[in-house]
């Protein structure tokens, strides 16, 4: 592997878990706005993770703005099963709820540590700034990066160059031939690495196949993986 300095990492999914934090974020959100309409059942979630996921799909492939994601969401999952409420303030109670998450998943936090150790770290996330602030702050994980980006602060959103660009202005002395981005997601991370011209570590540890036309010089099914990459561990 070629020597780099900067290393991009990306925030849910590969350091944090946003699968935890999501489902108590959803619960209390449905306690609060919906639990008189009638009892939560687990396929609510499964339905809002459904209308969730479409609309993330929309904002990396520019067909919405991120406003109408927030409020879109909800309002779609609202009409697919029939409970009522102000979309904008169930977003609101959302995201109240999910800024008291900031879940690992285990290793993260470690792998942070010693990689910060022998690279300068910065988080890129897609996502409301103010929600992954707290998270980040919560996780601990700022302890051992150098900064952070957060694509509600950056105006654009990963895999659009914009993000990168902004992403790039902020980094002292940066160089896009000594920067790697580690991250899960293969339509937001991959895709905007190559986007914006930097090599990648896929991390995929659930496997899977790379689709025709993107370019990953780098994939990892584990953190010990990542380890044996960028900190020639055994």
Known sequence: MKHYRF????A??????????????????FETCFARQRPYAPELLDTYERCNDRWWKKLERGEC??????????RDFLAETGLSGDPEQINETYFKNLGQGGALLPGALELVRDLSEQYELYIVTNGNA???KTRLERSGLLNYV??????????????DVRYFDYVFSRIPGFAK?????????LTSDMLGAQNAGIDAVWYCPQGGEVPEGLSIPYRAGSFGEIRRLLLQQP
């Open 130 to 132: 103010a929600t992954q």
């Open 177 to 185: 031939e000594e920067a790697l981005l580690i991250g899960d997601s």
């Open 146 to 159: 150098n900064s952070y980006f957060v694509s509600e602060d950056a105006g654009a959103a990963k895999p």
């Open 65 to 74: 703005e991120k406003s109408q994601l927030f409020t879109g969401r909800f």
């Open 12 to 29: 849910d999914g590969t350091l944090l878990d946003f699968d935890q934090d999501m489902l108590h974020a959803f619960q209390a959100t």
């Open 7 to 10: 290393l991009l990492l990306d």
